[in-house]
């Protein structure tokens, strides 16, 4: 064979191309592998989740999802064990599911967890709220300060206000901060 890879009779050897086909599938076969970070955040907290449910001895199924770019857990139950008075067990347990992800990937983690349907049912009623304190303030003209709301209800009624072209604010420290609504 001649050095620039031509035979003596002219013809020419083909490369070998499977070094390239090989880093090829390997591509593939990585972006395959690869998981949504939302989803992996998702998986972490349930399987933290269900570990405790069992400990706990307590019946639940366990839905994920991820939705506006955030991971969602939800313990589909009847009790309100895991719930407790005004969602704080709940907020207490989301905590924990937090800091499972963060535990998991290093990274902080904005997940949402409901159990037994409380957050969806206190999210209409932020917004029956919302909306009494919205006409409010349209006919009044002054501010309305609501009681004060976990983070989690604020921003539905900041979401609310926002909507409705009115404005909004949080005031106060940790556990009294409130929302206020003006024109």
């Given amino acids: 064979m001649d050095v620039d890879g031509a035979e003596a009779d002219g013809t020419v050897e083909a490369e070998d191309s499977t070094d390239e086909d090989s880093e090829a599938s390997t591509e593939t076969a990585e972006d395959e592998?690869?998981?949504?970070?939302?989803?992996e955040e998702g998986d972490i907290a349930a399987d933290y989740l269900e570990e405790l449910l069992d400990i706990a001895d307590l019946d639940g199924d366990i839905d994920t999802y991820v939705e506006a770019g955030r991971a969602h857990v939800s313990i589909v139950t009847d009790s309100?064990?895991?719930?407790?008075?005004?969602?704080?067990?709940?907020?207490?347990?989301?905590?924990?599911?937090?800091?499972?992800?963060?535990?998991e990937?290093?990274?902080?983690?904005?997940?949402?967890?409901?159990?037994?349907?409380?957050r969806e049912v206190r999210r209409k009623e932020l917004l029956v709220l919302a909306a009494e304190a919205i006409a409010s303030v349209k006919s009044t003209g002054e501010p309305e300060h609501l009681t004060p709301m976990n983070p989690f209800e604020r921003k539905i009624i900041h979401d609310?206000?926002?909507?409705?072209?009115?404005?909004?604010?949080?005031?106060?420290?940790?556990?009294?901060?409130?929302?206020?609504?003006s024109v």
């Fill in 33 to 39: 592998d690869e998981v949504d970070p939302l989803d």
């Fill in 105 to 118: 990937t290093g990274h902080r983690s904005r997940l949402m967890l409901d159990v037994a349907g409380f």
């Fill in 160 to 181: 609310a206000v926002a909507a409705a072209g009115l404005t909004s604010e949080s005031e106060g420290v940790e556990p009294k901060r409130h929302v206020v609504i």
């Fill in 80 to 103: 309100q064990v895991l719930v407790g008075k005004n969602g704080k067990v709940l907020e207490a347990l989301q905590e924990l599911a937090r800091l499972a992800v963060m535990t």
